[in-house]
Every structure is written in C-alpha cells, then in structure tokens.
T-cell receptor, first 111, second 111 residues
C-alpha cells in the first residue's frame, strides 16, 4: 500500500534521448509536486499541480514537461536529455499546505 | 528569491552527544516543516510548526520556531546511530503552495 509510487526507480540513458517518469499517489491529496535533488543533496521544486492545474512552474528548461491526467497522477517527460539532468527526481503530494509525502525517487543517469 | 540556509552543512558526532541544526530564511515564513532523509532514501516528514516562538518535542527531538518566524532549529539529545541522515527544514511563504527547502544538514553518528 505505497502512498506515493514512482517508476522507474533507476533510469540510465544516453544524451539526446527522451524519457518519462511516472508518479501515482493513493492518498487522495489534491496537490502533487516534482523535485530535483542534485549531487549536493539540494532539493529544488520544479513543478506543482493542484487538481490537474499547473500552479508552480519554476525556472526549468522547457525540455521538461509535466502532465497530470488526473489528480492522482503526475508524470514528467524530459526531451533531449543532457548530462546536467542527472539527479534524483522525487514526486510528492500533499493536501493544501500540510506535510508532503515523497515517493522513493527516480535516479536518472545520463551518459 | 526566497532562500533558506541551514548550518552546519555537515556534523559528525559520537553516539550519545547532542546535535543541533539551525535554519534561517531570508523572508518571513507562514510555517516551518522538518524532514529527515536517510542515506539512499526519500525525505520523510517529521513535524510542522506554525506559531511564532512555538516549541515542539518528539522524544529526543526538540523543534523551535523563532519569534520573527524567520528561523528554526532542531535539537537532538543523546544521538543514536538511527539518527543518521540529512535533516531539511522547509517553509511556506504566505498562502503560496511552494515549499522552499533549506540546504540541509547531514548528520553522521559513530559509536
């Protein structure tokens, strides 16, 4: 009964490829997020959706495109992958401004 | 933009010693949340503070929210090896849903 799940857990790909990461939450929360955690462990918000509507869109290259088909799912598609995209990507969800529940993370390695 | 800094970046203690991490925001926060991330894991919510000057305890952990709502601290009494991980503070500004994470403090505990 995982609260927030992500697939895949690991993703190794070459520069220039396109890849997607999927996220699902079964907590009934209305807000979902994507974070990027770099090698120095800094956690940066990338996007946030509230009831399928984009509400936070940080300064992220437009190669990154989130999609929320319904409020339980938030996917992240990345075009033309670059070396600097290598990081751990976390999905999270919350109800309003309450605590955020994080998924297990997707470790992306671009070679 | 809003910045949340934590000090120290890293601390190594012997089991049984106390540990404190400090969190400072460049702007006034409406709340402060604390998360713990074990090595290889994902951030896990610990607690939320909302009121100016608020103090909360969870067993050996004591959390404080500053009077000006711009700083916070987490104090662990008599550390144990299970306390190992990176501790993040994170705060909301006003009613905005964006949660800004601090830079994190990595705690290492040895016997």
């Amino acid at each position: 009964d995982t609260a927030v799940s992500q697939t895949p857990k690991y993703l190794v790909t070459q520069m220039g490829n396109d890849k997607s990461i999927k996220c699902e939450q079964n907590l009934g929360h209305d807000t979902m997020y994507w974070y990027k955690q770099d090698s120095k462990k800094f956690l940066k918000i990338m996007f946030s959706y509230n009831n399928k509507e984009l509400i936070i869109n940080e300064t992220v290259p437009n190669r990154f495109s989130p999609k929320s088909p319904d409020k339980a799912h938030l996917n992240l598609h990345i075009n033309s992958l670059e070396l600097g995209d290598s990081a751990v990507y976390f999905c999270a969800s919350s109800q309003d401004l309450d605590e955020q529940y994080f998924g297990p993370g997707t470790r992306l390695t671009v070679t | 933009g809003q910045q949340v800094m934590q000090i120290p970046q890293y601390q190594h203690v012997q089991e049984g010693e106390d540990f404190t991490t400090y969190c400072n925001s460049s702007t006034t926060l409406s709340n402060i949340q604390w998360y713990k991330q074990r090595p290889g894991g994902h951030p896990v919510f610990l607690i939320q503070l909302v009121k100016s000057g608020e103090v909360k305890k969870q067993k050996r952990l004591t959390f404080q929210f500053g009077e000006a709502k711009k700083n916070s601290s987490l104090h662990i009494t008599a550390t144990q090896t299970t306390d190992v991980g990176t501790y993040f503070c994170a705060g909301h500004t006003g009613t905005a849903s964006k949660l800004t994470f601090g830079t994190g403090t990595r705690l290492q505990v040895t016997l």
